[in-house]
């Protein structure tokens, strides 16, 4: 299956207006296998710090998702105010660990990240990363086509110009010339566990960028089950930073792993495998 690429350019680019004074960090490091956690705290709300501009554009896009989702299953939560609380600032609370790694472990500006949402589903987090960044290159890589014809709707409705649709399956994209290692960093949320989401998402990260997952409150076991396939694709794992949010627990965790060495071409394995095997 090959990837389709839908490239959109809507509207008018708005002024980006970072969140980060939002969060303070204690940053510590992986030694050997031990797993470390930084501390993040949040004081404010990250939507808040937004431009109005960018918080009228988040608004379209709770309101279509909303309404599309009467039609499709998008979200299982129905309310404006829930979708806000547990998927929008969510979403936002992922930009300060990114900063914070990318601006410690890779090379290029931050400013000028070229990042893909693997399994963008609704366009949870990779819309709103374009919305609040609205300088970054972002790609949406998603494999329903009613999910893609909902997504490009979006696009239109809140006049976003940095935002590029891709049909098609994580394995399949990782092994195209255009997409295999080509990101800065490649994210991905609610999807899969590590193991598998290492395979979808590392072949997609240029050397010395990085691999994101957003995931529950307590992921230790599973990253630590995950480090060797981590390995093998030719990463390592950096940090785990719990967040604050409005997630049934209280808190969500940011995954972040660095792309030390190129991928071996036999990964990722074909559509299908990595869930049923994994690595």
Known sequence: MHCVSHVLSLGHLIKHLPCTKSYTFLRSRFQSKALAN??????????????????????????????????????????????????IEDSLAILPPIKTCYNLHSS?????????????GAGLPGLVLAIAC?????????????????????????????????????????????????????????????????EYCLPLVRIGGLFVAAKGHNPKEE????????????????????????????QRTTVVCRKDHSTPQKYPREAGTPSKLPL
């Open 108 to 120: 290029g500006l931050y400013d000028h990240i070229n990042i893909i949402d693997v399994g963008s």
């Open 134 to 198: 609205p300088d970054w290159r972002v790609t949406l890589l998603e494999s329903i086509n009613k999910r893609c014809v909902f997504l490009e709707h979006v696009v239109n409705v809140t006049g976003l110009t940095n935002v590029k649709i891709v049909r098609g399956r994580a394995e399949s994209c990782g092994h195209d010339v255009i997409y295999r290692e080509k990101f800065d960093v490649a994210i991905a949320r609610a999807v899969a566990e590590m193991r598998v989401l290492a």
């Open 38 to 87: 930084v501390a993040v705290s949040t004081t404010a709300s990250c939507f808040k710090s937004l431009s109005s501009s960018q918080q009228d554009q988040i608004h379209l896009y709770v309101d279509t998702l909303l309404q599309w989702n009467q039609k499709m299953n998008l979200t299982a939560t129905k309310e404006a105010d829930e979708v806000m609380e547990r998927h």
């Open 223 to 250: 990253v630590q089950n995950a480090e060797n396939a981590v390995r093998m694709l030719g990463g390592s794992i950096l940090q785990i930073s719990p967040v604050d949010s409005h997630s049934p627990y209280g």
